[in-house]
């Protein structure tokens, strides 16, 4: 089966630390989401892209948080400075796009802690 | 952003059907209701979805309301594997954004 990819799976940091999480969807799809859960808070839809353009990104801090797909085959999400409450588990999800006749596919997740 | 409405949670026991209800009584008219499960300690994994007819796949069935303000899941013999949380999400005129609620629990009893 095909599968998204999200490196790394775990990260600890320190407050004030950069943070990049990475995305490879699936071959084909041209839509990518990221998303953040936490247990006060759920799942939070943070910014999505389609063909590489952002959608929408009102769900991301702007201050800190910053999403970029620099090609097809890589998403990226950055926290720049990293605070404490942003420790969550960030997932991201990609779809063919277009007429929803597929779901989309979740990757397993960057759990990241910032100390 | 187009609310649904789900109990917290619910129990089956093994091997018999369990219906999963939802409510989404502001949906519009192109909406597409979808379901995802999310199992423990992995991403949300998609169930199924439909626009106004019923729907069945290998892993479970979507009833549809005859006025869409409502919908069920229905996994017809729940193993312990199906233990997850269900989320019932409405997809708003193809916008392909999907803002997940808080979802039902389910728990399944051997």
């Known amino acids: 089966d095909a599968r998204v990819t999200q490196t790394p799976r775990h990260k600890v940091t320190e407050m004030g630390q950069e943070v990049t999480m990475r995305c490879q969807p699936i071959l084909g799809h041209n839509t990518v989401f990221w998303y953040r859960q936490t247990m006060m808070q759920g799942l939070e839809l943070l910014a999505y892209?389609?063909?590489?353009?952002?959608?929408?990104d009102s769900g991301m801090p702007k201050d800190r948080f910053s999403a970029e797909m620099p090609d097809a085959t890589l998403a990226t999400l950055k926290i720049q400075p990293s605070e404490p409450r942003d420790s969550a588990v960030y997932f991201c999800a990609s779809g063919p796009g277009g007429e929803p006749n597929y779901g989309y596919t979740f990757g397993s997740g960057t759990r990241l802690t910032v100390v | 952003d187009a609310k649904t409405t789900q109990p917290n949670s619910m129990e089956s026991n093994e091997e018999e059907p369990v219906h999963l209800p939802c409510n989404h009584s502001t949906i519009s008219g192109t909406d597409y209701i979808h379901w995802y499960r999310q199992l423990p300690s992995q991403g949300p994994e998609y169930v199924i979805h439909g626009l106004t007819s019923n729907v069945n796949n290998r892993m479970a069935s979507l009833a549809i309301a005859e006025d869409r303000k409502s919908s069920t899941l229905i996994l017809h013999r729940a193993t312990l594997r199906d233990a997850a949380v269900y989320y019932c999400?409405?997809?708003?005129?193809?916008?392909?954004?999907?803002?997940f609620g808080t979802g039902t629990r389910l728990t399944v009893i051997p």
């Open positions: 999400i409405l997809d708003q005129t193809g916008a392909n954004n999907l803002f």
């Open positions: 892209f389609r063909n590489r353009a952002p959608l929408d």
